[in-house]
């Protein structure tokens, strides 16, 4: 199967600044590329995601770029709140439509 | 608007023992998804669908078996229960990546003990 990675599994920033998660991932041939977040105790919930023929995508807060040359994603979360603590996994979709994930980077916001 | 919905919450079970986990979703999504989730871990495929009557094996399928008879229903089946199953099950469903709708939907999970 893929291999999707993360690089930091624990992630502490202040209040109001910018929160950066990397991930790496191994195949080349996925089309999509998208962040989730997981709250404790509740299944992922969709944030943003990525088409493979882009490097940049922007949200509300919240920006992914990807970096085909060396396989990785970056999730930026523009001034981080406390509601935006959770574990937040990076996932890949292949063209059979299964989803691989990373192992998570847990981003805790302190006030 | 209920989404993706998984039974029971919660269960213990005995070395040996089997269960079903049930999931239903009520989006129409073809695609319908189980995965493993060990602590500090991230996700593991163990079953998906991509359709009624159609399933196929993910990374981590030893142990489980699914069926799919309907569009909405995709219950996991444990038949005989070990430690090395302990974990939280997530069914998700999605629409096919033609669509242009990357986003799977998640249920709540199901907290596994086999003890």
């Known amino acids: 199967g893929e291999s999707v990675g993360l690089h930091l599994p624990t992630l502490s920033v202040q209040e109001g600044d910018n929160s950066i998660i990397n991930c790496a991932y191994s195949?080349?041939?996925?089309?999509?590329f998208i962040w989730y977040k997981q709250e404790s105790g509740k299944g992922p919930q969709f944030i943003i995601d990525?088409?493979?023929?882009?490097d940049k995508r922007q949200g509300q807060r919240v920006t992914v770029l990807l970096n085909k040359t060396v396989k990785h994603l970056s999730l930026q979360i523009a001034a981080t709140q406390p509601g935006d603590s959770a574990v937040y996994f990076c996932?890949?979709?292949?063209?059979?439509?299964?989803?691989?994930f990373g192992s998570g980077t847990k981003l805790n916001v302190k006030p | 608007n209920a989404g993706v919905t998984q039974t029971p919450k919660f269960r213990i079970l005995k070395i040996g023992q089997s269960m079903t986990l049930q999931c239903a979703q009520d989006?129409?999504?073809?695609?319908m998804y189980w995965y493993r989730q060990d602590p500090g871990m991230g996700l593991k495929l163990i079953y998906y669908?991509?359709?009624?009557?159609?399933?196929d094996k993910g990374e981590v399928p030893n142990g489980y078996n699914v069926s799919r008879s309907t569009t909405e229903d995709f219950p996991l089946r444990l038949e005989l229960a070990a430690p090395s199953q302990t974990s939280v099950y997530f069914c998700?469903?999605?629409?096919?990546?033609?669509?242009?709708?990357?986003?799977?939907?998640f249920g709540q999970g199901t907290r596994l003990t086999v003890v």
């Open positions: 998700a469903s999605s629409y096919s990546i033609l669509s242009g709708d990357t986003e799977a939907f």
């Open positions: 195949n080349s041939a996925s089309d999509y």
């Open positions: 990525i088409r493979s023929n882009m």
């Open positions: 996932a890949e979709r292949d063209n059979f439509n299964k989803f691989y």
């Open positions: 989006m129409n999504h073809n695609y």
């Open positions: 669908s991509v359709g009624a009557g159609i399933t």
